[in-house]
Structure formats: structure tokens, C-alpha cells
């Protein structure tokens, strides 16, 4: 899977990226985040692709041909790769390519106001899909045209308002990529795919705070693989 983010603030994501389980994902080539900053496709010198909004308004909003410019710089990316794939697939006729590299890409504008994101979103994006393009919004928004010009979803993460699109795009990322066979070590690892209880232990068995003993459920020493199932669905 491949994750095309448009944003202002690509180095935002340095920190998440390069951790853990997805930075092994992305050295695995499981998945692959690439970045496309709409300053870099503002046609003046000094890079500004904000401005006040028409009609008065507090804050400034980021021009529309910038950002598409960016995502379709992102298509010409997924179409290279697809022509490439497709080379291999010989059940593809040449004729219908276009059609297939639309189909395989989904587009999404990040809003406050969209479709509530969540994990079967998430499971269904990962199977239907092998690119997604996120716009990341900033400031007081993007001009709405952006919308006119191609065809995506709108998404929210939550019914809350941050300073940018950036957060969510590192949950969707997140989230999406364990969809992915091999990015968890274990493909069960994943939280929907369990029959375990939320609650885990490790060692030690028995620890003391504050005078209180807090010790593990006997079940789960027990060695009797039934219960600890029935403990684990009961909990």
C-alpha cells in the first residue's frame, strides 16, 4: 500500500514514521508514505499559496491550484507505478489501464464535517485500494474548488476541529496499514481480529504499591486453554 500525503508540513511526520512498527513497514516495503507540498506548485517566488478568504473571515485559506497541482502530481506517481505493475498482469488489456489505475486509487480531503473514519473504513480502503492520496488541510482551509476537480471522500477522525490535517493523516496511515499482511509481526495481532480480552498481563505475577498486592487472574495461569478462551470473550 502507498500513502501520497498533500500538506504543508511533511516534516510533521518524521518523528511517526520513523518509529516502530511502521518504520519497519516502510524498510520492509510493506507500505510507502511519499509527500507532495503545494508550495513546491505556487507559481511565485516567494512560495505563498495562502490568502484571505472572499467575502471577509478570520484566518487565511490555501489556494486551490496549488494543492491540485500536488495531487495530480501524486496520480502521475501512482499511474507510473500501475503501468509498470500492469506490465505484469497479462489479464489487464492495455486499452482498459486508465480505468484500472482510477479504480485503485482513493482520494481523501480530511474534514471536521466528514465521514467518521474507523477501523472498517480502514479494512475495507486497504483491500479495494492500493494508493491514497490524503489532503492535509491548514490554516482556515483549502478553497472548496479543490473538491470540483476530482473525485474523493470526505473523512474526519473525530468530531473535533485540530490546526491541521496532519494528525489524522498519521491515524489513517496508521490504522490502514496494519490492514496490511506482514506489517504486524502476527496478522492476528490486530485488535478487531482478536478474541482476547483488552486487558493483558506479564510478569510479574504478584507486584505491591502503595501496600495494595495486585496480582494476575488465576485463570490465566491456570494452563486450561477453555477457560482462558471463555475468560478472554467474557472480558
Not at 489556494?63 to 499511474?79: F, G
Not at 471522500?153 to 496499514?177: H, K, N, R, Y
Not at 505475577?205 to 475468560?231: A, C, T
Amino acid at each position: 500500500m502507498k500513502f501520497h500525503i498533500i500538506t504543508l508540513f511533511p516534516t510533521t511526520f518524521d518523528s511517526y514514521l520513523g518509529e516502530s512498527i511502521i518504520k519497519r513497514a516502510i524498510e520492509d516495503k510493506k507500505i510507502s508514505v511519499q509527500f507532495y507540498n503545494p508550495r513546491d506548485f505556487a507559481d511565485n517566488k516567494f512560495k505563498h499559496i495562502d490568502r484571505p478568504p472572499y467575502a471577509g473571515g478570520p484566518g487565511m485559506v490555501i489556494q486551490a491550484l496549488p494543492v491540485i497541482k500536488a495531487v495530480e502530481a501524486a496520480l502521475e506517481r501512482v499511474k507510473s507505478y500501475e503501468i509498470r505493475d500492469t506490465k505484469k498482469k497479462k489479464n489487464i488489456k492495455k486499452s482498459s489501464r486508465n480505468s484500472y489505475i482510477v479504480t485503485r486509487t482513493s482520494i481523501i480531503w480530511l474534514s471536521p464535517s466528514g465521514k467518521q473514519f474507523d477501523t472498517p473504513y480502514a479494512k475495507k480502503t486497504a483491500k479495494k485500494y492500493t494508493d491514497i492520496i490524503i489532503i492535509c488541510g491548514r490554516y482556515e482551509g483549502i478553497d472548496a474548488r479543490v473538491r470540483k476537480a476530482f473525485k474523493m471522500e470526505q473523512i474526519s477522525v473525530g468530531p473535533f476541529v485540530l490546526t491541521g490535517g496532519e494528525l489524522p493523516a498519521m491515524i489513517m496511515i496508521d490504522c490502514m496499514a496494519r490492514q496490511v499482511e506482514g506489517v504486524l509481526g502476527n496478522f492476528d495481532s490486530r485488535e478487531e481480529e482478536r478474541t482476547a480480552s483488552s486487558d493483558v498481563y506479564t510478569r510479574p505475577e504478584v507486584f505491591e504499591h502503595n501496600g495494595k498486592k495486585y496480582k494476575v487472574p488465576k485463570v490465566l495461569l491456570s494452563g486450561d486453554h477453555k477457560k482462558i478462551e471463555e475468560w478472554r470473550k467474557s472480558h
